[in-house]
């Protein structure tokens, strides 16, 4: 393993470890959570694929922030 696989390796297994924190202490917001995310990515009026090859892009411009806050126009 490279120093770098390494190093996401143990990113993971600390992101891991939180969020397993998170769960158990806060269970219903866990899985409000959880829910937020599958509701997000189901299929609608934009299947699940056409949503993330569109992802990508609203991440770069900083429209996934403006879209979540309630905005409509770009900056």
């Given at each position: 393993m490279s120093d770098?696989?390494?190093?996401?390796?143990?990113?993971?297994?600390?992101?891991?470890?939180?969020?397993?924190t998170l769960k158990s202490?806060?269970?219903?917001?866990s899985k409000s959570f959880s829910d937020l995310g599958r509701a997000a990515t189901a299929n609608g009026v934009?299947?699940?694929?056409?949503?993330?090859?569109i992802a990508p892009a609203t991440e770069r411009s900083g429209w996934s922030f403006r879209?979540?806050?309630?905005?409509?126009?770009?900056?």
């Amino acid at each position: 393993m490279s120093d770098s696989d390494v190093k996401d390796h143990d990113l993971t297994k600390s992101v891991s470890a939180r969020l397993a924190t998170l769960k158990s202490s806060t269970p219903e917001v866990s899985k409000s959570f959880s829910d937020l995310g599958r509701a997000a990515t189901a299929n609608g009026v934009l299947d699940k694929k056409t949503k993330e090859l569109i992802a990508p892009a609203t991440e770069r411009s900083g429209w996934s922030f403006r879209l979540r806050a309630g905005a409509t126009s770009s900056p």
